[in-house]
């Protein structure tokens, strides 16, 4: 994905922070809008994978900082659970002023309530998809119970939460109290609904979904995230909760139209851009991720480049037998070809100053399935040495490099 950093204006006037995520072939399909946490960030790391896999789908997708927390400003006292729907809005109004409107709500805990709430609101809004949302936005006076007392005497207090300290007043108290979610879902159609909960969830308790989709019309889904607890700290579950809203939102949102591609220059395109090894590749209209394994510093996130060198030759294998086996007429059912590198990227990558040229060894072994006979057998395995990969790698390429002007 493509990551811009942008800026808006909230109600009040402050300046919100915010991240937009974009195809790498920036191709937006529909945009989408993430509102995080309580008293997190846009930088969360569920948030930033969320992002991921709906960028890889081809959405735009606008993450950002609510009023006064992270790099938005503001004071975090003077919001309230209005001022952060306010602020969804204002998000939306900028990607309709440079883009155009969003089609898909996400939110993860209250912003899941409060994407409800803003969705509600947008004509342009086709799909909500809530992660460990709370029913009701008072759900988060039980984590202000120690305090609500002081805050109601006081007019304000300062809070722990999560181990940050943040000063609530009582508007922010009275603010959540006001809201009646259940009236809005109850009114709400039109628009498709996924609930995403976790039953190990120990901040919002599993019966805040089952109210939530009870409450809203249909199409409504919902998917549990068993094992998951609330923010999402395993990766995995930050992923498989990602990749599911892209599938389940296409089934609901217009049919993108293609039209013509436009050409590109380059076959392949691959960039990288947080890290710190994640790499994202454009091949063709194909989007794939690249990534080194954990044990080396990498989120493992897809294949490592001499494991998607090797996957080449692989492919081009298989593909060069079945095209020569079809035009042979002979009757082969499958072919599996299983190799191995001996090279190690990692150590390359460390000494690739040097000059000395490493020759690396692919080990190939072909499985053959079909009615052929010993004779066909060792045709396909010579033909197997001619496919092109094998015949470009066998005989060395020239790699041509240049800086691009920016």
């Not at 007043?169 to 009236?183: C, K, N, P, T």
């Not at 851009?273 to 994640?278: A, H, N, R, S």
């Not at 590749?281 to 480049?305: K, M, N, R, T, W």
């Amino acid at each position: 994905m493509k990551a811009e950093r942008v800026y808006f204006k909230n109600k009040e006037g402050d300046r919100l922070t915010g991240i937009l995520e974009l195809p790498l072939d920036s191709r937006v399909t529909h945009f989408a809008i993430f509102a995080h946490c309580f008293t997190c960030s846009k930088d969360l790391k569920a948030a930033r994978n969320i992002t991921l896999a709906l960028s890889q789908k081809g959405f735009g997708v606008l993450r950002f900082d609510f009023t006064g927390l992270g790099e938005s400003e503001g004071e975090f006292e003077d919001t309230n659970f209005t001022s952060n729907v306010n602020d969804i809005s204002a998000a939306a109004d900028f990607l309709a002023e440079n883009y155009e409107r969003p089609q898909l709500l996400v939110g993860h805990s209250l912003g899941g309530t409060a994407v409800l709430m803003a969705g509600s609101q947008m004509d342009s809004v086709k799909a909500i998809a809530t992660i460990g949302a709370p029913c009701e936005p008072d759900h988060v006076l039980k984590l202000l119970k120690q305090d609500i007392d002081e805050i109601r005497k006081q007019g304000k207090a300062t809070v722990t939460l999560a181990g940050r300290d943040f000063s609530i007043q009582s508007q922010f108290v009275e603010d959540l109290e006001a809201q009646g979610m259940q009236r809005i879902l109850e009114d709400m159609r039109g628009k498709s609904l996924l609930v995403m909960h976790s039953p190990q969830d120990e901040t919002v308790e599993l019966i805040d979904a089952r109210a939530i989709y009870e409450a809203a019309h249909h199409p409504k889904s919902f998917v549990s995230l068993d094992g998951a607890d609330h923010l999402l700290s395993d990766r995995k579950d930050s992923l498989y909760a990602g990749d599911l809203i892209a599938c389940w939102v296409q089934r609901y949102l217009p049919e993108f139209e293609e039209g013509e591609t436009p050409k590109s220059e380059e076959q392949v395109m691959a960039r990288l851009t947080e890290g710190p090894f994640l790499t994202q590749i454009l091949a063709g209209h194909h989007h794939l991720l690249a990534d080194e394994p954990l044990e080396v510093g990498g989120q493992d996130l897809g294949p490592s480049p001499y494991e998607l060198l090797t996957a080449g030759l692989g492919a081009c294998t298989a593909m060069t037998i079945k095209m020569y086996t079809d035009r042979k007429k002979w009757k082969l059912d499958e072919v599996v070809v299983h190799l191995n590198f001996d090279n190690d990227y990692l150590e390359d990558c460390e000494n690739c100053e040097k000059e000395e040229r490493k020759i690396g060894r692919f080990e190939r072994i072909i499985e053959i399935k079909g009615d052929l006979d010993d004779q066909q057998k060792e045709r396909v395995l010579s033909i197997a040495n001619k496919c092109p990969v094998h015949k470009t790698l066998e005989q060395g390429v020239t790699i041509e490099t240049r800086l691009r002007e920016s």
